[in-house]
């Protein structure tokens, strides 16, 4: 695409064919070049229409109608998160929230989806919904028992694994276009930057509205959480996605800051960490709390690198991020090799148990995703391939994971018998 820009930048009625046919291929394209082909006039009109804020071509009515249908899904998942309170459950018996939070936010994720969609194709519509309807049944039937490693594993991945399916409804179920899967990992960067924006605003407002009730003498702070905090956390998702669809020039410019920032810090921390770690003589091979904080620790870093490819791919060439991604990713394999060599000898030394099958068959995914990754920045770096590669390797690897996610979902409490 870069190239075919590169050659019609002069033609106007080529550039226009190009755009239609892969209009967020040409936009991640031509800005990457745009450096390399400013001087014509042609580029400076092109880079004012891909960069113009979205929203002043939405017409009223359509803006009115996203609107509605974020209030629709916010309400759809606040009425769900309250289901304990209105039937007046015992959440110490029920596990309700350990089964069905991350379900309910998901859900109301893939409502305001498929509410927003211009075309929507039943198929699609039918196997998202046989899918939740099935996944919620099985995970409130099984066991309430919280002495089970399996069922409580579970409760971990089923939320996981529904963001694989609302992945799968974010690019359509388009299964062929790699391109898409890289906008739905750009668009996970950016929901979990605005997340955080919003969450901390709303603490703000929060803190700021019972200190105003309580000086006038009325203590609200217990219905303000029970009705308003609940529905709010649970609604952040989807507001947030309203914000990234509606709102791109927000997220444009943040992002990529965010990623060229964290990057470089991460690094410095992860060689710290790493050193101090050899001066302590803390191992986690004998330590199965440091273990799990070794783990934590590397899906951490694994979701900056791939966050920071993705948002690193959509500028023109950048040394030092990249080389920075490339120390990064040597450093990280270096933890997932410690923690499987840990993970491994815990295995022989005490058995196999739910929880150890887990974190290995986690870390024997990051360690080929990272080792990819890891090829595909040294090309970047030291033989001049672009990093879109890197993006590229990254989108195709994703089927792994929702086929892990689904095994621990559905398949480990039953190869362990729900213990």
């Known amino acids: 695409m870069e190239n075919k820009i590169r050659e019609n930048i002069e033609s106007p009625d080529q550039l226009e064919a190009l755009y239609q046919a892969d209009k967020n291929g040409f936009k991640r394209s031509f800005l990457s070049i745009y450096s390399d082909i400013s001087e014509s006039s042609v580029s400076a009109f092109w880079k004012a229409r891909l960069e113009f804020d979205k929203p002043a071509h939405i017409p009223s009515s359509d803006m009115k109608t996203n609107i509605l249908w974020l209030i629709v899904a916010c309400l759809i998942s606040g009425l769900f998160i309250k289901i304990p ?41 039918i196997i998202a919904g046989v899918v939740f309807c099935v996944s919620a049944i099985y995970i409130n039937f099984l066991p309430s028992d919280r002495g089970s490693d399996s069922v409580a594993l579970s409760f971990i991945h089923l939320p996981l694994f529904l963001w694989c399916l609302y992945g799968l409804i974010f690019i359509d179920f388009d299964l062929k276009e790699t391109s898409k899967r890289i906008d739905y990992i750009r668009y996970n960067g950016d929901l979990v930057i605005l997340i955080a924006i919003i969450l901390i605003a709303g603490g ?85 709390e440091f ?32 080389l920075t991604l490339f120390m990064l990713t040597i450093l990280t394999l270096i933890v997932d090799l410690v923690a499987l060599s840990a993970i491994i000898y815990r295995l022989g030394e005490y058995g196999i148990t739910p929880n ?64």
């Open 85 to 125: 309170q209105l039937f007046n459950m015992n959440l110490e018996e029920t596990f309700f929230y350990e089964k069905n939070a991350g379900l309910i936010v998901l859900f109301g994720l893939s409502l305001y989806s498929f509410f927003t969609k211009k075309r929507l194709d039943p198929p699609p519509l």
């Open 204 to 288: 703000i407002l929060t803190g700021v509205t019972i200190g105003l009730f309580y000086a006038i003498d009325l203590n609200i702070e217990r219905f303000y959480f029970d009705y308003i905090v609940f529905v709010g956390l649970v609604s952040a998702p989807i507001v947030a996605t309203y914000v990234i669809k509606n709102f791109p020039a927000i997220t444009n410019k943040i992002a990529p800051i965010i990623a060229r920032l964290f990057s470089p810090l991460v690094l410095i921390t992860l060689f710290v960490f790493l050193l101090s770690m050899a001066v302590t003589g803390k191992d986690p091979y004998n330590d199965r």
């Open 291 to 322: 273990l799990i904080v070794f783990n934590l620790l590397l899906l951490g870093v694994m979701a900056i690198i791939v966050f920071s490819v993705s948002e690193t791919s959509t500028h023109t060439k950048q040394r030092f991020n990249e």
């Open 356 to 419: 150890r099958v887990a974190v290995l068959g986690s870390n024997l995914l990051f360690f080929g995703n990272l080792l990819i990754i890891l090829m595909d920045l040294y090309r970047t770096n030291f033989k001049g391939q672009s990093i879109k590669n890197v993006e590229l390797s990254i989108a195709r690897y994703l089927p792994l994971y929702t086929a892990w996610t689904f095994f621990m979902t559905f398949g480990l409490p039953l190869l362990f018998g729900f213990k």
